[in-house]
């Protein structure tokens, strides 16, 4: 039953973070960098690619080099949590259209419902699954600064690609606020 309750949470947590990314993210043209990051620049030059098959993709690799590292339970719950957000992404793009809005409301949001799946030990891969590895040959650093850190990068790309500063400075700050909730709920508030 404990098990069962897990799985009921990642996918709550998997459809919460889909919800946020096609209410706040992507109508209003920001991202949050990551995998799902780079599947925007991917969808954008290749739009056939849908975002959430591009992430599962991106994330195949990535999985296999942990598997030693964290091993099979961790990562079946976190390949589960991968399938169940990319699965909702094109699910709720395909049935939802969303207008955008002040983005800095979609920053603010979006960034507060990130972090859910860390409680359950689970991660959407990307940027968190190698910041867990990064971490263990840093360990001075915080999971949310390494995250911070890889995204940053990603944003960066994003904003050379769509040659948007302002949405790259909003992404920043939903990024912020991602970090800040994601350290809170793996170290306490």
Do not use: H
């Amino acid at each position: 039953m404990n098990l069962l309750k897990q799985y009921v949470s990642i996918t709550l947590g998997c459809a919460l973070m889909a919800l946020a990314f096609d209410w706040f993210y992507a109508p209003n043209e920001l991202t949050l960098g990551g995998f799902t990051g780079i599947a925007q620049v991917i969808n954008f030059f290749v739009p056939a690619l849908p975002v959430g098959v591009t992430v599962i993709v991106l994330n195949a690799p990535l999985f296999l080099m942990s598997l030693k590292r964290f091993g099979k339970r961790f990562l079946v719950r976190s390949f589960f949590a991968v399938a169940a957000n990319s699965i909702f992404i094109d699910l709720i793009n395909a049935v939802c259209t969303f207008q955008p809005m002040d983005k800095l409301l979609g920053c603010i949001y979006g960034g507060v419902s990130l972090g859910w799946l860390l409680r359950e030990e689970a991660t959407t891969g990307g940027t968190e699954l190698g910041a867990w590895l990064l971490k263990a040959k840093i360990p001075g650093l915080s999971i949310g600064t390494l995250c911070l850190a890889i995204d940053l990068t990603i944003i960066v790309f994003y904003a050379a690609v769509f040659r948007s500063l302002e949405n790259a400075l909003y992404g920043g700050i939903a990024l912020y606020i991602s970090t800040k909730v994601m350290d809170m709920v793996v170290y306490g508030g």
